[in-house]
């Protein structure tokens, strides 16, 4: 079904540029994939990500290229023919993949991939993208905002397929085909033997979608939850007392969802005064958005930025209580439970998933010491009451939480994640006490983000020269 025919070009010149340069090397030129899937659903603004087969010698054809545009280039798989070019010299890198067509010809190449909608091609003709190619029934899924499958082998000959499937279903809204689905929930535990490297990426896409907690509930629901990340399934139904509402799994995906709201205001694209409690944030943290944005904006690894970390805090930030779980039993049959130390035992736990993810070691260093920290905001906002936090106090925090370095980010990301997590225990909003919660949270903020912060009270209140020059 071949019904697409209006022309498509990539906004960025660059990418047109390498689209050209790529036609006259070898021809013909497939523009495929997910770039395809959302041009057709008009959503490719600020595209970064571009995938493109060719006949035959893909790796030759690129490295030419690069070459003459300037292109930094990479042999992926020199087995099956799949090269990257990279483009930097814009603000945000440019990404293009290059792969030899599977079977030689673009309609056995389609058939090979994952779900209709991404098994779609136009060719490149003459500076723009026409004639698509839909084999498989794409455009008709698109309408009908459906996953399925291309074919039935096609998910069991890649595990990852498997996690993908939940990731394009939140970012597009899309339900899952009911054979798609079926066939998802029969071969769940096949993750297992898919690539670290390959799962971490589909999940660091999932979670930076505008809905992560209803991925992380999906996995649960498709049965991909416990063999990709066990110690998030463990939560699930380990029941906590007031002031919590709900159970550890449940507590985490609220605070999932109260930490993205953070970070969607930290970013610009949302305001956080359509709610009182978060009024109150937005009118307390304002002032400090500009130091804010330049500490979080700034990439951990990867192009992974810290501000996107908030997220994967509120996933793990309690992970270690159902280790560390106990319970006292009174006479009435009330029982309240406690999790000493679950921060440090979720710390571990945490980094040893994110670990085995392949992520770097600074990213899970930086992930261990804020969930360490994170009880500690909440700790001094009962300890201080009404009052403000002291200066002390605040010189303590920072320099407990901090990563062996001089700047504030694991001490301000606590902070960020507290106010996610102490919305997520209530079932109220505002909170508690919350206007006390925010303006402590703010003084912490302050001096941590404060010119020279921790040095201004780093320096002794009493030295051997004062007490030489006073006697």
């Not at 994952?114 to 003459?126: E, L, S, Y």
């Not at 690539?195 to 896409?205: C, F, G, M, T, V």
């Not at 192009?303 to 039993?329: N, S, Y």
């Not at 009435?332 to 670990?355: K, P, S, T």
Request: glycine share 6%; hydrophobic share 50%; net charge negative.
């Amino acid at each position: 079904m071949d019904t697409y025919t209006r022309p498509w070009t990539p906004s960025h010149p660059a990418f047109v540029a390498l689209l050209n340069a790529l036609a006259v090397e070898t021809d013909p030129v497939y523009v495929v994939g997910g770039v395809v899937r959302d041009a057709l659903l008009e959503r490719v603004a600020g595209l970064t990500d571009l995938d493109v087969i060719v006949a035959r010698a893909a790796n030759d054809a690129a490295r030419r290229v690069a070459d003459r545009l300037g292109w930094a280039y990479y042999p992926l798989d020199a087995e099956r023919d799949v090269a990257r070019l990279v483009f930097t010299a814009g603000k945000t890198p440019l990404v293009c993949d290059i792969a030899a067509m599977r079977g030689g010809d673009v309609t056995t190449d389609l058939q090979a991939r994952d779900f209709t909608v991404n098994a779609m091609a136009m060719r490149w003709q003459r500076g723009a993208a026409v004639d698509l190619v839909d084999l498989a029934g794409g455009q008709a899924d698109l309408a009908a905002r459906q996953l399925r499958r291309v074919t039935p082998w096609g998910l069991a000959e890649d595990p990852v397929r498997l996690v993908r499937a939940v990731r394009l279903a939140v970012q597009l809204d899309f339900t899952i085909e009911a054979e798609t689905l079926l066939q998802i929930l029969r071969i769940s535990d096949t993750i297992r033997l898919a690539s670290s490297e390959r799962l971490r990426d589909e999940l660091w896409k999932m979670l930076a979608s505008t809905a992560p907690d209803r991925a992380i509930d999906l996995l649960r629901t498709y049965n991909l939850l416990r063999p990709l990340l066990p110690e998030v399934a463990d939560m699930e139904g380990v029941a906590q007392t007031a002031p919590h509402d709900a159970d550890v799994y449940q507590h985490t995906l609220r605070t999932m969802r109260y930490a993205l709201q953070l970070c969607d205001w930290l970013k610009g694209d949302a305001a956080l005064e359509t709610t009182a409690a978060g009024a109150e944030i937005a009118a307390a943290l304002s002032p400090y958005l500009p130091r804010l944005r330049q500490l979080l904006l700034a990439t951990t690894s990867a192009e992974r930025r810290a501000l996107d970390w908030l997220v994967w805090f509120a996933l793990w930030h309690d992970v270690g209580k159902p280790a560390t779980r106990t319970a006292d039993h009174f006479d009435d049959g009330a029982i309240r439970y406690r999790f000493l130390g679950h921060e440090e035992v979720g710390a571990e736990m945490a980094a040893r998933r994110l670990d085995a993810l392949k992520f770097s070691r600074v990213e899970v260093a930086l992930v261990q010491a804020v969930i360490r920290a994170h009880m500690r905001p909440h700790l001094l906002h009962v300890s201080f009451g009404s009052e403000p936090i002291s200066r002390r106090a605040c010189y303590r925090f920072f320099r407990d939480s901090e990563r062996r370095t001089a700047d504030a980010l694991v001490g301000v990301a606590s902070v960020l994640l507290a106010l996610a997590d102490y919305q997520a225990i209530h079932a109220v909003s505002p909170p508690p006490t919350w206007a006390d919660y925010v303006r402590h949270m703010r003084d912490l903020l302050a001096y941590g983000l404060a010119p020279g912060g921790l040095e201004e009270v780093r320096a002794p209140l009493l030295d051997g020269h004062t007490l030489m020059a006073y006697f």
